[in-house]
């Protein structure tokens, strides 16, 4: 068993980690692959006021945002269903499942934020495609344009020869964060605040995104706890697998080291609630 967990962990490796490689859109602006984003608003960030709705907006948008008073996220009996290798049709209505289920219980934590809500399109594709947030970099497996609010997610030949359902549905739960928040207003103010910060600055906001994205998604996976896809040994393997390795895909720090992708993926995992992943008025230390 731990041998066949190992060869999946290390085949579904380059979803876990390269699905979200540094590169630039096609008009030279940057972007990150996991939320590959379309350019930043002009502006500078502002301090936060409340926006017509509600909403919070500016630098509150991010460190108050409703949804993190909104208690556990919503389980919604979320089971896609086993995934067989060598099957592109399961493949394929696996994601859909998976997606559904990040619908369903994303639409309920916006209900209860009082937030309005929006499903992110899918696009499932098995080989390249060139998104309108820019061209698609090598050995990324999923990717979120906030552009056309699409999640684009490749089934490779290696993931169908040999999927892991765990780090699959972690993926797609990641990708989804980054669209949770951008409709929530928490990437306006990532945006603003970008385009005054200086390099160091950059890469402090990129993890800060890309912490809470992986919070967002253990978050998710904490609803399916102790299920035929959350199994324990599974679930440890992967936090230790991204602990070990979680940084060596990045020639430079914008996703956080392996320790501090662990903590926050273990942080949401035990906490099970969007207010756990504050990565916004988190220290420094916490974020880095």
Not at 40 to 50: D, E, H, I, L, M
Request: aromatic residues 8%; contains cysteine.
């Amino acid at each position: 068993m731990a041998a066949v967990l190992m060869l999946a962990l290390a085949a579904a490796g380059l979803v876990l980690v390269l699905a979200d490689a540094a590169t630039t859109s096609a008009g030279g602006r940057p972007a990150n692959e996991a939320q590959q984003l379309a350019s930043p608003p002009g502006g500078k960030a502002s301090t936060g006021r409340v926006a017509q709705g509600g909403a919070l907006s500016g630098r509150a948008a991010a460190t108050r945002n409703p949804l993190y008073r909104t208690g556990a996220l919503t389980d919604v009996g979320c089971a896609p269903g086993d995934l067989p290798a060598g099957s592109v049709v399961a493949y394929r209505r696996f994601l859909t499942r998976v997606t559904a289920c990040l619908n369903r219980a994303w639409a309920a934590q916006f209900r209860k934020a009082g937030l309005s809500f929006s499903k992110p399109r899918l696009r499932i594709i098995t080989s390249k495609v060139k998104t309108p947030c820019g061209v698609w970099n090598t050995g990324a497996d999923g990717v979120y344009c906030s552009s056309d609010r699409t999640m684009y997610l490749m089934i490779s030949k290696e993931q169908i020869r040999n999927p892991f359902p765990l780090g699959i549905t972690r993926l797609v739960a990641h990708e989804y964060g980054h669209h949770v928040q951008q409709i929530s207003g928490i990437w306006q103010y990532y945006w603003a605040a970008r385009a005054t910060a200086g390099k160091a600055g950059r890469l402090q906001l990129a993890r800060k995104s890309e912490l809470q994205a992986e919070c967002f998604s253990a978050v998710f996976m904490s609803t399916m706890r102790d299920s035929p896809l959350v199994a324990p040994a599974d679930w440890d393997y992967t936090v230790d697998w991204f602990r070990r390795n979680g940084a060596k895909g990045w020639p430079q720090n914008d996703h956080g080291k392996g320790p501090t992708q662990a903590a926050w993926m273990t942080r949401g995992f035990t906490r099970a609630t969007p207010g756990a992943c504050n990565t916004w008025a988190a220290t420094a230390r916490n974020v880095s």
